[in-house]
């Protein structure tokens, strides 16, 4: 089946860092691209949307120029904490869909420690 | 009003159990809609795509009432092993999640 790498798995950095998540489709081209972000015990929260060769399409209250997201081509996008502070610390996950409407290919996430 | 609404439960059953999860969306554009099952600190993993005729996998099957809004998850026969967060998604340009049912099976 279909398999999104994501990278790193974890990682822990300080207050005021940046942090770049990578997110690969690996036997397939992914038209969109999802970024999740989850706090322990509650649910997954849609970040941005990442469609390759265009700019992403933020949810509200979501900071652009905080989480910086790439979508080079058809198999990498990456999001980049900038500016990392500690209430930033959450598991990010992100997930590659091949063509619209169709199942996610979820990345095994990111769990981000901000000291 | 959130897109997707569950029970957030939490529903405890035990082995052997049938237990019943709904899921309502509020977009009457969404165009596909899936279950997905999360472990605790992993990637969702999807259980199954919903279909407007109804769909079975084993003892699991999901159903979807367009007119309502609404889709729902029977497990049937629970296993210790289904213990898990059952997460209802529905399409409609981006994918949306339920905040997610939690299902503890006991011996």
């Known amino acids: 089946g279909a398999v999104v790498s994501q990278h790193p798995s974890w990682v822990i950095c300080k207050s005021g860092t940046s942090v770049k998540i990578e997110c690969r489709s690996l036997?397939?081209?992914?038209?969109?691209m999802f970024w999740y972000r989850q706090f322990p015990k509650q649910s997954l929260m849609l970040m941005a949307t990442?469609?390759?060769?265009?700019?992403?399409?933020?949810e509200q209250g979501v900071e652009k120029d905080k989480f910086l997201i790439n979508h080079a081509s058809l198999t990498l996008s990456t999001l980049t904490v900038t500016s990392a502070h500690p209430e930033d610390s959450s598991f990010y996950i992100c997930?590659?869909?091949?063509?619209?409407?169709?199942?996610?290919?979820f990345g095994s996430g990111t769990q981000l420690s901000v000291l | 009003r959130k897109e997707v609404e569950q029970d957030p439960g939490p529903f405890n059953v035990p082995e052997g159990a049938t237990v019943a999860f709904n899921c309502t969306y509020s977009n009457s554009a969404s165009q596909s809609f899936f279950w997905y099952r999360q472990d605790c600190r992993k990637e969702p993993k999807l259980l199954m795509s919903?279909?407007?005729s109804g769909n079975e996998d084993g003892r699991f099957t999901a159903q979807l009432n367009r007119a309502s809004q609404y889709i729902s998850l029977l497990i049937r026969d629970s296993k210790l092993s289904d213990s898990a967060t059952y997460l209802c998604?529905?399409?409609?340009?981006?994918?949306?999640f339920g905040a997610g049912t939690r299902l503890t099976v006991k011996p």
């Open positions: 919903v279909y407007s």
């Open positions: 998604v529905a399409y409609n340009n981006d994918m949306r």
């Open positions: 990442s469609n390759e060769g265009s700019k992403a399409t933020y």
């Open positions: 036997d397939f081209q992914a038209t969109t």
């Open positions: 997930s590659a869909m091949r063509e619209p409407g169709e199942k996610l290919f």
